[in-house]
């Protein structure tokens, strides 16, 4: 069983940085997608940033520039260094973790989420 717990959320002033950290336990196959998605309150869960285990990258429109993300693969962690945040990231973080088996099996999992306020 793949668990994935997230750390680092918290309240920030608009302008303000954080960093989420995600750490992943259990069996999971090389050549797997880690990434960071949020949702905010009334809103579908979004995309913000995820990066493959050679270290490709794909961002949301909203956060490039501001965002980066990236892994440790020995450690298996993922993290999120968010910069001049906005009201608007507020959210709660999901750390998410997509990966096949030999036979094709695609095996996703998520972390419980980690909240960030951006205050105006």
């Known amino acids: 069983q793949v668990q994935l717990l997230e750390s680092g959320g918290g309240l920030v002033q608009a302008g303000g940085s954080l960093r989420l950290s995600c750490v992943a336990s259990g069996s999971i196959a090389s050549g797997n997608i880690m990434g960071w998605y949020r949702q905010a309150p009334g809103k579908q869960r979004e995309l913000v940033a995820r990066?493959?285990?050679?270290?490709?990258?794909n961002y949301a429109d909203s956060v490039k520039g501001r965002f980066t993300v990236s892994r440790d693969n020995v450690k298996n962690m993922v993290y999120l260094q968010m910069s001049s945040l906005k009201p608007e990231d507020t959210a709660v973080y999901y750390c998410?973790?997509?990966?096949?088996?030999?036979?094709?099996?695609?095996?996703?999992?998520w972390g419980q989420g980690t909240q960030v306020t951006v205050s105006s």
């Open positions: 990066i493959g285990s050679e270290n490709v990258r």
């Open positions: 998410n973790v997509v990966f096949w088996t030999a036979w094709g099996s695609r095996n996703e999992y």
